[in-house]
């Protein structure tokens, strides 16, 4: 191995150290905030213990650290692959596919210590109010900036290939998807009693904006990151097709893999997000069930793209 390159591992790993140490401290310091924020209202609410409420507290956190890390393992690993094959056209996408997969970390931590916000000051609604609009507009905005980047990443290596005519092909498909997806979601949008403002001061309010802005700022946003997500999982096919190397085909396989169930899930839960009314007046097992459900499912998910960008990043150490 040559000296400079050597030098550049070298360097990649300390830094990959540090990341990893600060990681480590946000969810420590999340872990500590989860612990503090006040219990009064769903012990009163369900009925249940502090010790209960305890535990239920730590069920959560322990996931939430699987998460981050299958997050943070596949973008450090796609970029280290990225790094080996810079020079190259694919060396440049998948560097923009592991800042989109990065994008989704830095998504889920702000949105984590938001929603705590929420909780230490429940008895604050105009507070509450505009943390529950920042909340909004920081998972829109990130999750629109995490798609467009692995979908950017995904068109320059089907243009590295020369299969823009076939990928274009196969993403009618994917327009047509998102045109039906669309059409229940603005229902469900326009159905919900909850999406600009709530009569009852126990309940939150889901977007806490007039409708205009709710459909221009937040519905078509998600919509547009929808298509990108089925658009790059889509060039992702046919690169996957059209590569060569059967162990390059199976790493790119397991990343297809878990992006697919990530992209599944982010439309889900935008579905699950206009049924306020039912959530509030469901039972603590009917909440703690699609809660946990939502947190398997997306471990699932990166970590399906965690093994697939850490067999591309033995690609170029093989």
Known sequence: MPVSKQKTNEHLLISDRYIWIGLLLIWL???YLTFQTPSGQAITKYQINLYQINLLKFS?????????AAILYSSLKLYRYSQAIIDSADG???????????????????????????QFYPNYPELVKNLSILNNYVMVVFSFVSFYFIWLGSKKLITMIHAEKKAKKQGITM???????????????????????????????????????????????????WLLGLLALTNMSVFGK????????????????????????AITLQ????????????????????????????????????????????????
């Open 92 to 118: 440049q996408g998948f560097r923009s596919i592991a800042h989109g997969v990065f994008f989704f970390l830095v998504a889920s931590i702000i949105s984590s210590f938001i929603s705590l916000g929420v």
């Open 271 to 318: 579905y699950l997000t206009q049924f306020s009314l039912f959530f509030s007046n469901a039972t603590l097992a009917i909440i703690l069930f699609i809660i946990y459900l939502i947190l398997l499912v997306d471990i699932a998910g990166f970590i399906f793209m965690a093994i697939g960008a850490n067999r591309l990043s033995k690609i170029e150490t093989s």
């Open 60 to 68: 959560i956190i322990v996931p939430v650290s699987f998460i981050w």
């Open 242 to 265: 059209e590569t060569k190397g059967i162990f390059y085909k199976n790493a790119l396989k397991k990343f297809y893999k878990g992006f697919w169930i990530i992209i599944i899930l």
């Open 175 to 225: 327009w047509v998807t998102v045109i039906l997806l669309s059409i229940p979601y603005i229902y469900f949008v326009l159905q919900n009693p909850l999406r600009s403002q709530s009569a009852n001061p126990t309940l939150q309010s889901t977007y806490n904006l007039p409708d205009v802005l709710i459909f221009s700022t937040i519905v078509l946003p998600y919509i547009l990151s």
């Open 29 to 31: 310091l999340y872990s």
